[in-house]
């Protein structure tokens, strides 16, 4: 086995370590005046340097481009919730949108009114809800709740609570009394959130389509007979 290459650390052993690699050299010269390639260099692992030039990338420059991602992954949640909503104003401003035949807005429904009324929900009213289980998951049923007041915000409650409770997340339509149909604004939202004229012929349909219907007593009578 061939000797170590002796590194020198000062002008000793850098001496000494001319004379050995003299002695070694002489030694080591075979016949013919060729020399045995060096046994002490350390030679690069196969595939290093095609490695090395396929990523130039060091452990320092890592760093930054992971933070680089991050931000970018930040971002980008954020450019894509703009975008939603630059796109939901588009489609309002030129029409894009659907209703059904009752005026209904599903996606103004559920991006803007629902938004508008759950902190009324949550905050001001604190309702607590029970027993949403019970309502099925699909098909036609109708919901009759008791009712107080003059407003009918337990009935926009209800609304609420079915939409943001129930497993299939179902949107219930409210049969409402005439007055609602008669005010500006008023009107238009209703039709938006799905409501409609407390009558058998429009609380019919909706059934056969396999809607939700909730109504209050008054609203109950006013449909003429039970189902």
């Given at each position: 086995?061939?000797?170590?290459?002796?590194?020198?650390?000062?002008?000793?052993?850098r001496?000494?370590?001319?004379?050995?690699?003299?002695?070694?050299?002489?030694?080591?010269?075979?016949?013919?005046?060729?020399?045995?390639?060096?046994?002490g260099?350390?030679?690069?692992?196969?595939?290093?340097a095609?490695?090395?030039?396929?990523?130039?990338?060091?452990?320092?420059?890592?760093?930054?481009?992971?933070?680089?991602?991050?931000?970018?992954g930040?971002?980008?949640?954020?450019?894509?919730?703009?975008?939603?909503?630059?796109?939901?104003?588009?489609?309002?401003?030129?029409?894009?949108?659907?209703?059904?035949?009752?005026?209904?807005?599903?996606?103004?429904?559920?991006?803007?009114?629902?938004?508008?009324?759950?902190?009324?929900?949550?905050?001001?009213?604190?309702?607590?809800?029970?027993g949403?289980?019970?309502?099925?998951?699909?098909?036609?049923?109708l919901?009759?709740?008791?009712?107080?007041?003059?407003?009918?915000?337990?009935?926009?409650?209800?609304?609420?609570?079915?939409?943001?409770?129930?497993?299939?997340?179902?949107?219930?339509?409210?049969?409402?009394?005439?007055?609602?149909?008669?005010?500006?604004?008023?009107?238009?939202?209703?039709?938006?959130?799905?409501?409609?004229?407390?009558?058998?012929?429009?609380?019919?349909?909706?059934?056969?389509?396999?809607?939700?219907?909730?109504?209050?007593?008054?609203?109950?009578?006013?449909?003429?007979?039970?189902?």
């Amino acid at each position: 086995m061939a000797d170590a290459k002796v590194i020198p650390f000062d002008d000793d052993h850098r001496s000494r370590g001319s004379a050995a690699s003299r002695r070694r050299g002489a030694a080591g010269r075979r016949p013919g005046g060729t020399r045995p390639a060096a046994v002490g260099e350390v030679q690069p692992l196969p595939g290093t340097a095609a490695a090395r030039e396929d990523d130039p990338v060091t452990g320092e420059d890592e760093q930054p481009r992971e933070q680089a991602a991050d931000r970018e992954g930040g971002d980008g949640g954020l450019e894509r919730r703009i975008a939603s909503g630059l796109a939901f104003l588009r489609r309002r401003l030129t029409g894009d949108y659907d209703v059904d035949d009752f005026g209904y807005d599903e996606e103004l429904t559920d991006q803007v009114l629902m938004s508008l009324l759950r902190p009324m929900y949550e905050k001001y009213f604190r309702v607590e809800v029970k027993g949403i289980e019970n309502i099925p998951s699909e098909g036609g049923a109708l919901i009759v709740a008791n009712h107080s007041g003059t407003v009918p915000m337990d009935g926009l409650m209800m609304q609420v609570a079915v939409h943001d409770h129930h497993p299939a997340g179902r949107h219930l339509r409210l049969l409402a009394a005439d007055l609602v149909f008669v005010l500006p604004v008023v009107n238009e939202l209703a039709r938006k959130l799905g409501h409609t004229l407390a009558c058998a012929e429009d609380a019919e349909r909706l059934l056969a389509q396999g809607e939700l219907v909730g109504v209050m007593p008054e609203g109950f009578k006013g449909i003429g007979k039970p189902f």
